[in-house]
């Protein structure tokens, strides 16, 4: 009797059992599935950090070399312009020895700044380690893409980016693996699911129940057709998206999205440099004075931080989940 009362007990839980068993269950899948995921987010966002304390005093030379050579820029179209107005406009000759001495002046002036701060010329107002670069900058790191648009200019972040490297790269393999056997598992599913209701169609459903044994989905086989058209068709999706956002052309689009995905990454081609030469386009043309200039940097700033920051945090959310899609048709044309 005692027996059958605790079978009675084990099958009626309470409310409270039945939720601490979920609880475990959840917790369970969190940390085999959607675990892996976090911890690579999370990687990536502590690499972040670490980055952008090593690099960022050298951003910030960087920024200062880059406005003193357009105030030493401003001071060279003043002595021209004095030169010229001093000068006899008839003696070619000492006009030319002039303004050649002071364009070779620049010119040392220029070459220095390179040399000393890192100065490209570019002229970006965009912080090129802001947290979502650098974010981007550390997954490239983990999935051996290395864009190389963005590196570390400093020994301390050259060295940070090898131990970074050491640890993430086994880490995003992890991912690799595990998020492309679920989503591998999860396809197989949803394949088999649609291929019972096509047949259910074409067949009586009393003489499938008596002929047709239940298919496991783990046995399905997808077409490798179809493997290829995901792929080719999320290359695509991508393709229209950044053409649309970098003003690229489709091929340019699918060929990065391609060298991305491939985890090639020459570097030619990446997000977010539109949007920093429509900005110093943008400024130039407005040809304001410098107070009115220095008012509405704000807002030049954040906009184009905002576009900056979106852009490359969904290249990167782009490149994760594009990964895993390939690791998973990979792992069904197996």
């Known amino acids: 009797m005692e027996g059958v009362q605790k079978r009675h007990r084990r099958r009626h839980k309470t409310w409270a059992q039945k939720s601490l068993d979920f ?3 959840f917790i369970a899948f969190m940390f085999s599935n959607v675990g892996v995921i976090g911890l690579v987010v999370g990687y990536a966002i502590l690499g972040s950090f670490v980055f952008i304390w090593i690099e960022g005093p050298v951003e910030e030379q960087r920024k200062y070399s880059e406005e003193e050579v357009l105030e030493k820029r401003r001071q060279l179209t ?38 000393d701060a890192g100065y490209e010329g570019e002229g970006l107002t965009v912080n090129r380690w802001s947290f979502s670069a650098a974010f981007l900058y550390s997954l490239t790191v983990i999935t051996s893409i290395g864009y190389g648009n963005i590196t570390p200019k400093t ?3 050259k060295l940070a980016t090898i131990l970074y490297a050491i640890v993430g790269m086994p880490l995003f393999l992890l991912y690799l693996t595990t998020i492309g056997g679920v989503l591998a598992t999860s396809f197989k599913w949803t394949y ?14 009393t003489y499938r129940a008596a002929q047709s044994p239940s298919v496991d989905p783990q046995q399905v086989t997808v077409p490798i057709t179809l493997c290829l058209s995901i792929m080719i068709g999320y290359v695509y999706g991508g393709a229209v998206l950044f053409s649309n956002w970098e003003k690229w052309n489709m091929l340019d689009g699918a060929y990065f999205c391609f060298i991305s995905l491939s985890t090639i990454g020459f570097g030619d081609m990446v997000p977010g440099e539109m949007i920093s030469k429509d900005e110093g386009i943008e400024l130039r043309q407005l040809n304001l004075s410098k107070n009115f200039q220095e008012s509405n940097h704000y807002f030049f700033q954040t906009s184009e931080q905002f576009l900056f920051a979106f852009r490359f945090i969904f290249c990167s959310i782009y490149l994760m989940l594009g990964m895993a899609i390939i690791a998973m048709c990979f792992n069904l044309m197996q």
């Open 23 to 25: 609880l475990r269950a």
């Open 192 to 205: 088999s699911k649609c291929c019972k209701c096509s047949r259910a169609r074409r067949t009586s459903r």
């Open 155 to 157: 020994d301390g972040g």
């Open 78 to 115: 003043g002595r021209l312009w004095k030169v010229t107005c001093d000068l006899n406009m008839f003696s070619e000759e000492s006009w030319r020895k002039t303004v050649g001495e002071e364009l070779v002046e620049f010119q040392k002036e220029i070459v220095k700044a390179i040399q």
